[in-house]
């Protein structure tokens, strides 16, 4: 069964600097990867996407992501932090073979301090 | 396009009662995934619809039932609300409902049990 391990639900970082959310995900077949971001009060907003394409991925805001099969990693990352980026990201993973349902991280709290 | 749509935003509820949360996807997508979030369980999937049925199904106890009409709009019901209940209830809509497709989130129902 596919699972989903974000590693530190609490992440601070100081505004410019390197933003690093770290996701492993366990699957015994290709999963598709997702990075969602969810602001107080919102659902979720989709950040980018892995679907076996390119191993890099950019997405919105700056943020991308390398699937890293060898590692079972999905990291996020964004060069320079800002206090935008305030929110919660969840990691999650997807099958071909399991229509509709993703299967999410626990999630990670990102504070970026001024 | 318009997104994602959840009536109601809110909800109180006493345990015993039930209650239907309604989502419209955006236009032209005839999946509907939907998913419980609480702090301690995190993003948990409860099931997904497509044309009219059920394709998937997440490991919630019978109480939790849905159903979607022609027009792809969604609603998901819960009977003998219990405390645990508590939730903020996500729909997701995709065009497919495969995972290759990303899914779109609404803004929730916060459902409270007291």
């Known amino acids: 069964a596919q699972s989903v391990t974000q590693l530190g639900s609490h992440v601070s970082v100081s505004e410019g600097a390197l933003v690093l959310l770290r996701c492993n995900y366990s699957s015994s077949v290709p999963p598709y990867l997702f990075w969602y971001v969810q602001y107080p009060n919102q659902g979720l907003q989709l950040l980018l996407k892995?679907?076996?394409?390119?191993?890099l991925v950019k997405g919105i805001n700056g943020f991308e992501a390398e699937f890293k099969k060898s590692e079972t990693s999905f990291h996020l990352t964004k060069p320079s932090a800002h206090m935008s980026d305030a929110a919660e990201y969840f990691c999650a993973v997807g099958l071909d073979s399991d229509r509709g349902k993703l299967i999410f991280g626990q999630g990670t709290e990102l504070s970026v301090k001024p | 396009k318009a997104g994602v749509t959840q009536t109601p935003r809110y909800l109180i509820k006493t345990r015993g009662q039930q209650v239907t949360l309604s989502c419209s996807p955006i236009?032209?997508?005839?999946?509907v995934s939907w998913y419980q979030q609480t702090p301690g369980q995190g993003l948990q999937f409860l099931f997904e619809?497509?044309?009219?049925?059920?394709?998937n199904k997440g490991n919630f106890p019978g109480r939790f039932s849905g159903r979607q009409f022609s027009n792809s709009r969604s609603e998901m019901n819960v009977s003998t609300l219990e405390l645990g209940d508590s939730a903020l209830y996500l729909c997701?809509?995709?065009?497919?409902?495969?995972?290759?497709?990303?899914?779109?989130f609404g803004p929730g129902t916060r459902l409270t049990v007291l």
């Open positions: 619809y497509f044309s009219e049925t059920q394709r």
């Open positions: 892995y679907t076996s394409a390119a191993t």
């Open positions: 236009s032209g997508h005839r999946s």
């Open positions: 997701a809509s995709s065009s497919s409902g495969t995972n290759y497709n990303e899914q779109f």
